[in-house]
């Protein structure tokens, strides 16, 4: 079984790692270890140790607080992967969206954000 705080942690590294365009082995290569530990900590499967979280941080251009964020203070210690949410945070295709979103000339991402709403509303 996987800690929660682990499985929040290895989310949002992934999430991050996504958003900003780096591969896992960009992240393994700037952080000393090999890809294969990258996926091991982006499961839950491996406990992220506090020296390896902070050169991540660093890497990924956020503070370490950033992979605790969302986390609740009664999140059970144990959980299955099973009963684990769809995160959207962590699909690969949401965090490419919205990369390429921030990438935008502020007056198009406004002109898109526009049209998304309306599509919402109409959906």
Not at 8 to 30: C, D, M, P, S, W
Not at 32 to 42: L, T, V
Not at 48 to 56: E, K
């Amino acid at each position: 079984m996987k800690h929660a705080v682990d499985t929040h942690v290895g989310k949002r590294i992934r999430y991050r790692r996504l958003v900003n365009g780096t591969t896992q082995q960009q992240l393994a290569e700037f952080v000393g270890i090999k890809f294969q530990q990258i996926q091991k900590y982006e499961s839950g499967m491996n406990r992220v140790s506090a020296s390896r979280l902070w050169d991540i941080a660093n890497s990924l251009s956020v503070p370490v607080s950033f992979f605790f964020e969302g986390l609740e203070p009664d999140t059970p210690s144990q959980v299955n992967a099973d009963d684990l949410p769809c995160d959207t945070l962590t699909d690969k295709e949401a965090a490419n969206l919205l990369r390429f979103y921030y990438a935008l000339p502020d007056q198009q991402r406004r002109r898109l954000f526009d049209l998304v709403r309306v599509l919402g509303k109409a959906a």
